[in-house]
Structure formats: structure tokens, C-alpha cells
């Protein structure tokens, strides 16, 4: 059984760690946004090299600067967040199940990705 969805309610930073495993390769740059904004993510980047892209919350004392041209691809990604939303079960979470929830994040990316060859020569 899968358990790697946390519920809607719960803070970005603290699913971090389901998404970005030990496993997986380390990436050039992380791309989040102020909910992300956490000491330990940024010490879980900059042990794997990697650029944090976050901005900084208001209440940090410390500042530090963000490269805006890799932060305005975050856009891309929540576009797409934003069209998996448009289908009412996935925005909604209406499935108790992980696995019926997630199979239907699957099936909802599939329509989202088949639209690409609709009238295309």
C-alpha cells in the first residue's frame, strides 16, 4: 500500500522529504517557492551542491538573493498543478484511498499529455 501523499492541509516543507529521496540524483538547481523556505532544505541542498532557488520569508534575518530567470520556471510547473486542478476529483481529493487517488493523478495526466497530439499535422 502506498502511503506517499500527505494530507491537503499539511505545510509544503514538511513532504519535502517524499518527494526528494536520498536515492535520486542530485539536481543542478531547486526550484520552490516561500512554503519551502526552511533551514534544513537548504542544508539538504547545499550538501548535494545544488542551487536553492527559494525566496526568503519575511521574518528570516539573513537574506539571501534568488536568481529570477531559474525562478520564473517555477511557473511551468504550476501551470501544470493548475490543469491537474481543473479535473474536480484531483483538486478536491473526493478518493480516501492513496491508490485510487493517485491512479486517478495518473489517468488525469494522461488526458493532459494525450491533448498534445490533438490536431497537430
Known amino acids: 500500500m502506498r502511503t506517499d501523499v500527505t494530507p ?3 505545510s509544503d516543507h514538511k513532504g ?3 518527494v526528494m529521496g536520498d536515492h535520486l540524483p542530485a539536481p ?3 526550484l520552490a517557492d516561500k512554503g519551502h523556505d ?10 548535494r551542491d545544488t542551487i536553492p532557488v527559494i525566496p526568503m520569508r519575511r521574518h528570516r534575518k539573513a537574506r539571501a538573493g534568488v536568481d529570477r530567470t531559474l525562478y520564473a520556471l517555477r511557473n511551468l510547473v504550476e501551470r501544470c498543478f493548475g490543469r491537474l486542478k481543473n479535473s474536480r476529483r484531483v483538486a478536491t481529493r473526493y478518493d480516501k484511498a492513496v491508490e485510487s487517488f493517485l491512479g486517478f ?3 488525469a495526466c494522461i488526458r493532459l499529455w494525450t491533448r498534445r497530439f490533438v490536431n497537430t499535422a
Open 28 to 30: 543542478g538547481a531547486l
Open 38 to 47: 526552511a533551514d534544513r532544505i537548504r542544508d539538504w541542498a547545499e550538501a
Open 105 to 107: 493523478v495518473d489517468v
Open 16 to 18: 519535502f522529504d517524499l
Open 8 to 10: 491537503g492541509q499539511t
